[in-house]
């Protein structure tokens, strides 16, 4: 059995909440979590990233502030995390930094995706190895740069004796098919809370739905349904991945203007969650499965698993699937992207790669990553 070594993950994601660190112990195989934290973003913080995911215009000077300010957030709350797990940094083997996605553009005639979070400042302010900017290379390979995930949820979750498919509802949602008989499959699927976050925020000034207090409120709108459903890219094969680029607020405002009648706002809440749990829901059941000793399981991570709506109505809509969070299943469903770029991470140093080719469509795995040397 390989030396177990501590790796740090942070993760700050799509939906704009903050920030998730972890402290782990790796030897590739073998993952164990040893301490978490969570650092939720000051407000003028969010309001300029939110401004940069929106696309609205931004100077060298901003972006340039961004990127150091993240930095600056990311090494405190390593700083913080070793505090609280009574580690020296000296015993972390590095960090894997994801960054904050401020724009992904894989298709376009000149793809890339932007992680900002200065990594020379985190490797110089913690005296850790740091390894960020994990999609670029997938992305000089002709893939999508994303999900990344999937490898980590097969280390992790795969069963030989179930089939089992991992949804993170983050910001936005994707899956992992993890079947004993095939090749991992993996993909993004839609929205998961990124416009019910939105929508919430314009409506009742909250960041987000909490415990689906608005959605349970209204009433699912039919008409409207069917069109946020209708959105083309939805239906497109992977690989295929998405952020706030398409599904904006002005987006949904479209959809809403398009509407015979004006919609409720807490009728548009509900709506929005059936739209996050249909649109999951439809994408599992176009999954071909194998047949297998034990019945296939959905398991739930990210901040959708708290959402009791939309988990409601995943159970229902899939009737065969025993739907659950990953952390029935012995994953911290809070935890499970930074321990991913924490495994990441060790990948990386190993010299292994970190992406799927058939997931991400690159045309070879690669290790990923910049390296940052704190010395
Ligand atoms: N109690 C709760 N009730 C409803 N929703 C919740 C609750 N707790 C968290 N959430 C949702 O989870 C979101 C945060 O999820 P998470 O931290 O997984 O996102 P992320 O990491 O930014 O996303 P991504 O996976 O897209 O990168 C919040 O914005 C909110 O919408
Ligand atoms: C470009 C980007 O940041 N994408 C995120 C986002 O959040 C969820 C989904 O969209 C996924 O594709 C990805 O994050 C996870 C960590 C991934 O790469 O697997």
Redesign the pocket.
Known sequence: MKELKLYIGI?S??SLDGIDAVLMATNGTQVELKERCHHAFATPLRHRLLACANGEPLSAKCWGELDVALGQAYAELVRQLLHTANTPASEVAAIGC?GQ?VW?QPDAPLPF?V?LGDGHRLAAHTNIVTINDF?RKDLALGGQ??????AFHQQVLADAQRVRVVV?I?????LTLLDPQQAVLGF?VGPGNMLMDAWCQQQWGSPFDEDAAFGLQGQVNQALLASLLAEPWLAQAPPK???RELFSMGWLVQHLSAQAQPVNAFDVQATLAEFSAQAIAEQVQLLTISQQPLSPQLLVCGGGAHNPLLMQRLSALLPHWHVNTTSSVGVDADAM?AL?FAWLAHQTLQGLPGNLPAVTGASRPAILGAIHLPG
């Open positions: 993760m994601g799509t994801h996605t992904h995706s992680q999609r740069g994303a999900p990344l995930v999937p993170n983050g910001g936005i949602a994707n993004d991945s998405t952020g992207e991913a």
